[in-house]
């Protein structure tokens, strides 16, 4: 029968067996899949596997030192993080174009983790144990998807570092490809990860810089994951995290609209309060959400954010509307 235990037990072996002697890398990306995977995996190989964080400060509040922390504090696990914030805002500099935006996110990412990569490979070379093995986290549900096949990856490493193969070919190693959603959490909880990164809400990987309608810009970014944290906060202090499936917090950095406050006219910028209910994502719901809860958000973001005068709260389902905004 099913136990998180014998689950854990049986791809530790798997795992052991797949990857010898060699080296293994794993990118992390904070989210509960790539988190629980990586921490499989090191307790199989130990220190043949290093994991890469790339932070392009598009993350919320906390995150990033949640990764650089608590996770490896859990794990003990190689961690070898890039801070690539500056990179990032220089490459979405001047532009508000969703599309382009995440273009510019995805291509980026690629450059920064395979120059990474790039590096770790040249440090092990040094050893007698090749870097042959790459982990994903891909579940259940993403093996149906895309038709099954395990494989390989093929990844360019000619960033700056010489004496590499133009081409290096990674096996996948790819412990959850058994799990649903829910069973990977409880195998996250009983490797004894924080709850912080195994209950986490599903969160784009380009991040902010799909939250913020206009150009993405360090003030914009910052007063975003201000407005975030205080509508986190209120939910998880309501009870909410397991009602609504997450709740997008966007700003609309092209919009102002007139408010008061005190004695003063402010000409401020709307947060949106995005908040749906879904099962797998492809459809959802706007979550009936207590007003109290709703009206708590709004009272501390336009008290304690900037430039931010008005709260208005998305009530459009999945279709019509995306989930995110952009
Ligand atoms: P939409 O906005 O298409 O979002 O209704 C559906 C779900 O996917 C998440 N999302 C992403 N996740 N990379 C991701 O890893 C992305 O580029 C991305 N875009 C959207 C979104 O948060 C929601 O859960």
């Not at 966007?250 to 006219?265: C, F, H, T």
Request: proline residues 5%; negative net charge.
């Amino acid at each position: 029968s099913w136990t998180t235990g014998s689950v854990i037990d049986e791809q530790v072996a798997a795992i052991r067996e797949q990857v010898g002697g060699k080296r293994a890398i794993c990118g992390l990306s904070g989210g509960v899949d790539s988190a629980v995977a990586a921490a499989l995996v090191q307790k199989a190989i130990g220190t043949q596997l290093t994991c890469v964080y790339v932070d392009h400060g598009l993350m919320r509040k906390g995150e990033t030192e949640q990764v650089e922390k608590d996770f490896v504090a859990a794990t003990g696990v190689q961690l070898k993080v890039v801070d690539a914030e500056q990179r990032f805002l220089d490459a979405l500099s001047g532009v508000s174009d969703p599309e382009e935006k995440r273009k510019i996110i995805g291509r980026e990412f690629i450059r920064v983790f395979e120059q990474a990569q790039a590096e770790i490979i040249a440090e092990a070379s040094a050893t007698d144990e090749p870097v042959a093995f790459l982990v994903q986290g891909t579940l259940y549900p993403d093996v149906v998807e895309s038709g099954g096949g395990t494989g390989t990856a093929n990844i360019k490493s000619h960033h700056n570092v010489g004496g590499l193969p133009e081409d290096i070919e990674f096996e996948l190693v790819e412990p959850l490809r058994q799990l649903f959603k829910d069973e990977v959490r409880m195998v996250g909880q009983e490797l004894g990860l924080p709850d912080e990164i195994v209950q986490r809400q599903p969160f784009p990987g380009p991040g902010l810089g799909i939250r913020i309608v206009g150009e993405v810009t360090k003030a914009r970014l910052d007063l975003l994951r201000e407005a975030d944290a205080i509508a986190r906060e209120e939910l998880t202090a309501a009870g909410l995290d397991r009602d609504i499936w997450q709740c997008p917090v966007v700003l609309l950095a092209d919009v102002r609209s007139v408010g008061v406050q005190g004695d003063g006219r402010t000409y401020g910028h709307p947060i949106v309060l995005r908040p749906v209910s879904s099962e797998d994502a492809m459809t959802a719901d706007w979550t009936r959400m207590p007003y109290d809860v709703l009206g708590r958000v709004s009272t501390r973001i336009t008290n304690e954010v900037a430039d931010v005068n008005r709260v208005v709260l998305d009530v459009t389902s999945k279709p019509p509307g995306t989930i995110e905004w952009e």
